[in-house]
């Protein structure tokens, strides 16, 4: 691992990504950001353009630029000097236009291979500054604190960084490993519930592709999620950490296919958001729920699955405050946003299926009568979609 055990702080969950000479840490930590300095110090050093790392950039976005103090001032103790950018929040900050801007200002600073650059904030400041890290003198080392439970799940681990295109969700992107990431379940109570509830999508994704006991335990441990409570609450960001990693270390790059099968949901997921323009009115997690049960009910329809594993899937997003089904959007959109997905091969949609809660397969079996029949369900039978506005 680059980082040894021995410098890590005594508190906290740490989840390894094993990935050769490109392994990392995550840190699972509670209200800790004045540890985040050594953490990160041990991260750089031992890779070799952090060996000699005196200089970073954060970037963050203007919700979380109030707290990112701590984290730079944790650093400077670390013996690294932090200038910070704060960029506007949102999707639509997820842009070539902005990676561009951010190329100038390392430019300003004159930043070589040795500079850091330090991810604050939630998946799309994530992608955006790991982007740039991945891009900028050929890579730059990359720390990440993710404060979205979203990207504490999901994009922290793997290394895929990118930017959109108006026509394409992450289509301009790069595998780019992090030194190390460190969680601070903390910064999930400043979030508004919405956001809450898409990170929650991601985690059910998880026990639906790769372990139906997780799958289980989130059923049963619902009441406790929702409230908020601590130990539940990192455990299950450890959890799916662990989950993900798993996948990566056997298929860094999406050579072997092993990896395709965290886009559960996604196919569909992502033609959702790209029709609705990256607007807000779906946010990621809530077009990866919505994604998930048609995709499951396109299993139903293949024979793979009964109607029981979307029901309780269904039932859990419900408890969780999810959407079930994506309204008021054009079907033929979504048809077409759905062949530029990236996992098509000759021409052919390719979706994530289960064949089973905790085992899911990559095919293209699915017809785009089966795709319609699904999109054109009755929405009557899935209930509203949770108000956006909170």
Known sequence: ??????????????VGVDLGPRSYLIHVESDRPDAFGAFARAALDATWAGRACRRGLIVTDSNVAPFVKPYSEALRLAGIATTTVALPPGEATKTLERASALYDRLIELRADRHFAIIAIGGGVIGDLAGFVAATFARGLPLLMVPTSLLAMVDSSVGGKVG????????????????????????????????????GLAEVVKYGVILDASFFAELEANAAAILQGDPAAIRQIIARSCQLKAAVVAQDEREETGLRAVLNFGHTIGHAIEAVAGYSGAFQHGEAVAAGMVAECRLAERLGWIGPEVTGRLVALLRRFGLPIAA???????????MTRDKKNRGGQIRFVLPRRLGHVELTDQPTEEDVRAVLGRDRSQDGPRPDSRS
Not at 1 to 14: A, S
Request: charged share 25%.
């Open 163 to 198: 930017v959109n295109h108006p026509k394409a969700k992450n289509i301009i992107g790069a595998f780019h490993q992090p030194v190390g990431v460190w969680i601070d379940t903390a910064t999930l109570r400043t979030l508004p519930p919405r956001e809450l509830r898409c």
């Open 1 to 14: 691992m680059r980082l040894n055990p021995d410098d890590r702080p005594d508190l906290g969950l740490t």
């Open 327 to 337: 309204e008021g959007l054009d079907t033929d959109a979504l048809l077409d946003a």
